[in-house]
Each structure stands twice: as C-alpha cells, then as structure tokens.
C-alpha cells in the first residue's frame, strides 16, 4: 500500500472537439472529487499558446477550485516566474491566501511554460526572461511575502501572508537553489524521468534549514493512469503519448480520443519517444500501478507524490483517482 501523500497535477486538459469551458468544468469535477477522496493537494500548470491545455492563468483557476471544494490544498505546479512581474505574483497569491487561508501552495517554476515568443509577448520585455535572473526574481517575489518588509513598495494583499512557496524542477538547477534556500522541492519525473534521481539528490545534499522548512521535503510528480486492467489503462494512455509527440514536433493539437491515438501511424522512432517518455511512470491496473509507484517511492525515497492524468475522458479521469484511493492506498481519506 502506498502510505505517504497523495496528490494531483491537472492541466485542464481539452480534448479533440471540446471547447476551453469544458475543460475547465471537467477539471472543477476533478478537483471537487478528489478533494472527497483525501488527496492532499490539486496543483494546476501555466502553459501558454497550447491548445491541449487550458491552465494558462492559474491564479484565477485556483480561486475557482478553492470555492468548489472545502479541504484540499490549491496550488501552482506552478506559476512560470520569467513570465510575470514578482508583484504581480505576490499580490495574486496574497489575495488567494486572504481568501483561503492556510490552502494556498505557490509552486514556482523558472521555465517559460511556451515558446520563447509568446514568453516575450507575456511579460513584454527580454528582461528578466533569462534563467540567470531567476534567482533574483524568486528573491523578489518573496520578500514581497515579508511582513517585516519596509519600503515604498508594497504587495497588498501579500505582504504578511503565507502561501507556501515550492520551487520545481526538471533539472539539478532548481534543486540546489530549493536546497540553499531551505524550500520544498516537487520534480518533473513524469516529463523528466531520467534527472529525477540525480535533482533529488542534489536537493537533499544542499538542503540548509529555513525558517520555511527544517528538512528537505521532495515531491515527485508521476503520469498515473490506472484502470480496472492494465489493456483498459494502456488504451486510456495512448492520447497522452501522442499529444506529448506532437508537442515536441511543433505541432500541438487538442487531446486525441483513445481510437485516434491507436489509429495513429507512428513511426519507429516515434514509438521509441513515446516509450522512452512511458519509463518510469504508472500505467495499468490498481496492482499494476501500486508495484509501480512502489518502486517509485522506494527509489526516489519521496515524501509525496503528485500523480497527474491525461487522458480523453474525464470519467476515466475521475475513475483512475477512485481505484488508486480506493485499492493503492489504503482509502485514503485522512
């Protein structure tokens, strides 16, 4: 049984011949059953200039969330810092920590979360846009947060409040700086799965005590499709694959259905991406899924997973939260 924390990452996913409001209705959905289930947070992504995903302003999406659901955490998985201004930032998690207090994660991430020229049609100038200044702009962004803070700039709401700050990663860059920091730490495994290991460590080796964290707290995000078998879960995966395929040819589409991504003509090369992206993460049935996020846990030595789903139907998608709550670990509810 999977016994440490259990989370979710959704990216209002829209699929082939459904508008941006049903994804966001259907991630609503998503949202309000698995806070009944007892997952422990719901994080959703920026993406920008994607027409597979409809998370683009995840501040204005997680105050919606928090208003249909009463327990879970609500969060960012994360918020592209090089696209924003840290006043901005600050001032649209300070008000979602005034309005829900003690619910709020801000997940930070130092990626665009698009193209380099939609970046720069975000934030409107090339500064602060390179990753060098990332550093800076967290700094920034948090102190912000200080209630000691003095000066003629002030972040209201924001200043005095407490939105828990994550930083993420897909590489070792982020891990040592949430290390140096003393921040919690979630990593991209389910799109970055061969530097899981190696950020994770480097994270827990720079880890300095923070007045935010007294030890190093790692999260690792996972694909998680699960079904009543593993053939049901393997055809419910096939659309994420594809969509994931056509993103890195340039060409990102709506989510295709399950009969479009079999029907899909992939090359040799393309099955071997597509594969290579599969390794390491959670697909099939409730024993299948378990085993695999068991060896999950006890390689990467976790404190948290946050299992994200991408798949056509948003049925399938609630279904594959219930089996792993209900028959990977444990119920759940806590």
């Known amino acids: 049984m999977i016994d440490v924390p259990l989370s979710v990452l959704d990216l209002a996913p829209v699929a082939a011949g459904a508008s941006a409001g049903e994804a966001l209705r259907h991630t609503t959905e998503l949202a309000r059953r698995t806070d009944e289930l007892g997952y422990h947070r719901f994080w959703v992504a920026e993406h920008h200039n994607m027409p597979a995903i409809a998370s683009s302003a995840p501040a204005v999406l997680i105050a919606h969330l928090a208003a249909h659901t009463s327990r879970i955490r609500l969060g960012s998985g994360g918020v592209m810092l090089p696209n924003h201004a ?6 649209q998690f300070g008000t979602l920590d005034a309005l829900h207090p003690g619910r709020i994660d801000l997940g930070i991430g130092r990626a665009p979360g698009t193209d380099q020229v939609t970046a720069l ?26 209630e000691d803070r003095s000066g003629r700039i002030m972040a209201s709401p924001g200043r005095g409040q407490r939105p828990t700050v994550w930083l993420l990663g897909s590489s070792g860059f982020s891990a040592q700086l949430a290390g140096a920091l003393g921040l919690p730490f979630s990593f991209a495994h389910h799109f970055s799965g061969q530097h899981t290991l190696p950020a994770l460590t480097l994270y827990r080796q720079s880890f300095r005590p923070s007045r935010w964290l007294e030890q190093p707290y790692a999260m690792v995000a996972v694909n998680a499709v699960c079904a009543e078998t593993d053939e049901r879960a393997e055809w419910l995966a096939g659309p994420a694959g594809l969509s994931f395929l056509r993103l890195r040819s340039g060409r990102p589409e709506p989510l295709a ?17 597509v594969a290579q992206r599969r390794e390491g993460q959670a697909t099939g049935s409730p024993e299948t899924v378990a085993r695999q996020l068991g060896d999950l846990l006890a390689r990467t030595g976790a404190d948290e997973l946050m299992l994200t789903t991408m798949v056509y139907d948003i049925d399938d998608r609630v279904r594959s939260f219930e089996l792993i709550a209900e028959r990977v670990a444990g119920g759940l509810r806590r």
């Open 257 to 273: 259905s399950p009969e479009e991504a079999a029907a899909y003509p992939y090359t040799d090369l393309e099955r071997e991406f």
């Open 86 to 91: 840290p006043l901005v930032v600050a001032e």
């Open 121 to 146: 049609a975000l934030r409107r100038t090339m500064e602060g846009l390179s990753a060098e200044k990332f550093p800076q702009e967290l700094a920034a962004l948090m102190d912000f947060f200080d």
